[in-house]
Nanobody, 124 residues
Framework: QVQLVESGGGLVQAGGSLRLSCAASGRTFSNYAMGWFRQAPGKEREFVAGINWNGGLTYYADSVEGRFTISRDNSKNTVYLQMNSLKPEDTAVYYC?????????????????WGQGTQVTVSS
């Protein structure tokens, strides 16, 4: 099991930026693909971004492509989500997830490990 702890959420005005962090512990971080999902009130959880073990391959949801950037630092066991040009519709609880597989695991929403989430609220 991998333990995941998200941080960096908060309240920001539309057009602003936030950077989320997810610190991992428990297993060898570089063995895992990582990703971010989000869930808004009354909506299903949706994929936001995913990254492979060494950062060489990334995937993004169409709704965040060009505004959000996922990255990782294996020396710090941390994955990041840089969110720019935020919109009110980005308001959600953001969750970090880890899985050995990027496409069949992370992107498919079948990650083995999940964090508790961090709230992001974008005001108009």
């Amino acid at each position: 099991q991998v333990q995941l702890v998200e941080s960096g959420g908060g309240l920001v005005q539309a057009g602003g930026s936030l950077r989320l962090s997810c610190a991992a512990s428990g297993r060898t971080f570089s063995n895992y693909a990582m990703g971010w999902f989000r869930q808004a009130p009354g909506k299903e959880r949706e994929f936001v971004a995913g990254i492979n073990w060494n950062g060489g391959l990334t995937y993004y949801a169409d709704s965040v492509e060009g505004r959000f950037t996922i990255s990782r630092d294996n020396s710090k066991n941390t994955v990041y989500l840089q969110m720019n040009s935020l919109k009110p519709e980005d308001t959600a609880v953001y969750y970090c997830t880890a899985d050995p597989a990027l496409t069949s695991g992370i992107v498919a929403g079948r990650g083995q490990n999940w964090g508790q989430g961090t709230q992001v609220t974008v005001s108009s």
